[in-house]
């Protein structure tokens, strides 16, 4: 491991040779690539030149230790000795996380697709309760977000909802968000006040650019119709929402809440890139599944992720096992201790196995 972080710590320095060189200031494309690349180089090297010089440190204490020392400088230095210990195994378990082959997609934005499932009216309201809870933590992050297509119900909540999430890392911290997500509550609709339990399914996919996924003119169908509200009803007369059809693959996007015909095939195809991708995707990891399953689970939309109980304010996510008592805030956004789970678990598993190439 120390060679390949040697390596990085000599690339990034050589980045920022070039980043001076004047050749490369006045060359946008490659002071763009090279800026990028040394910025995710970044951590790596400062926990590297932090090791580097925790355990020069260590060493000179554990020279000064052998020599002849007074009681309480020989205490001295047993502490200092111990501390830098914890320090440098600490700094290890980092690094070792870090060198960690990443995950391509991990800093592109994401296209989130939300769908009421079992559960009928209850479950387009619960889909609406998840749609505030990204979009709190994606504020909560400074990303930006941006509705691509939208279903409502008669009670306000979303049969189906796709929105893009734009920021830097944004698939990293929710890529883990894909699944099942079951509520148990008393529904509005319900008089007797009885707990029903009811679920919608999270999609996440990175965001496909185009050089990643090609669609010819020659293979897509569109078509046009006019948008509609709540219910179905009709809220204009003009054709305006767009359905765009893979025909290879059958695949389909559906896009109406632009201002335009064409805004929304822009906002379509993006979705059909997006969809097309993930089942690209799906299909290689499927020939690995039994190989590759993770603690976190695969990321099929019908695996049940995470409950919320609101008589308890509990949510628990099945897969790692972790139950939060704070139902509202979570739902409110604050995210950061269950990503943050899903993320270790995930890191943890990959070094269990031995998959990072260090």
């Known amino acids: 491991m120390l060679d390949r ?3 990085v710590a000599d690339r990034y320095e050589k980045l920022s040779e070039l980043l001076c060189d004047p050749d490369v200031t006045s060359d946008t494309k490659k002071l ?15 926990a590297y030149q932090e090791y580097k010089t925790v355990t020069e440190q260590l060493e000179d204490a554990k020279v000064m230790q052998n020599e002849k020392l007074d009681d309480e400088m020989r205490e001295m230095v047993k502490m200092e000795i111990e501390e830098l210990s914890e320090r440098a195994a600490e700094l290890e378990e980092k690094l070792k996380v870090l060198m960690m082959p990443k995950d391509p997609n991990d800093d592109k934005n994401v296209i989130v697709e939300i769908r009421g499932a079992a559960g009928g009216d209850e479950a387009a309201l619960f889909a609406g309760d998840l749609y505030r809870m990204y979009t709190r933590y994606a504020d909560s992050q400074g990303w930006k977000t941006e509705v691509l297509d939208a279903s409502l119900n008669d009670l306000g909540g979303f049969k189906e909802i796709i929105f893009m999430i734009t920021g830097k890392g944004a698939y990293s911290k929710l890529k883990f968000e894909s699944g099942a997500h079951r509520v148990q509550r008393i529904p509005v609709t319900e008089s007797g006040g009885r707990i029903h339990t009811s679920t919608s399914t999270v999609v996440v996919m990175p965001e496909a650019e185009e050089v990643e996924i090609e669609i010819h003119d020659a293979d897509i169908r569109v078509d046009t119709f006019c948008s509609s509200g709540a219910g179905g009803q009709s809220v204009n007369t003009t054709k305006s929402a767009v359905r765009v059809t893979h025909v290879p693959t059958g695949i389909v996007a559906t896009c109406q809440d632009g201002k335009s015909q064409n805004s929304n095939k822009e906002q379509a195809l993006r979705v059909l890139r997006a969809r097309i991708s993930d089942k690209m995707r799906e299909e290689e990891e499927a020939k690995y599944a039994g190989e590759r399953k993770s603690k976190v689970g695969t990321g099929d939309r019908s695996e049940r992720i995470r409950t919320y109980n609101f008589p308890q304010s509990r949510v628990t996510d099945h897969r790692i096992g972790l139950t939060l008592h704070r139902l509202e805030t979570v739902l409110s956004g604050d995210m950061d201790e269950i990503v943050s789970a899903l993320t270790i678990a995930a890191q943890s598993d990959l070094l269990e196995k031995g998959e990072q190439a260090i």
């Open 32 to 46: 763009r690539e090279y800026s990028k690349e040394q910025s995710d180089l970044q951590e790596a090297y400062d």
């Open 5 to 7: 972080l040697q390596a």
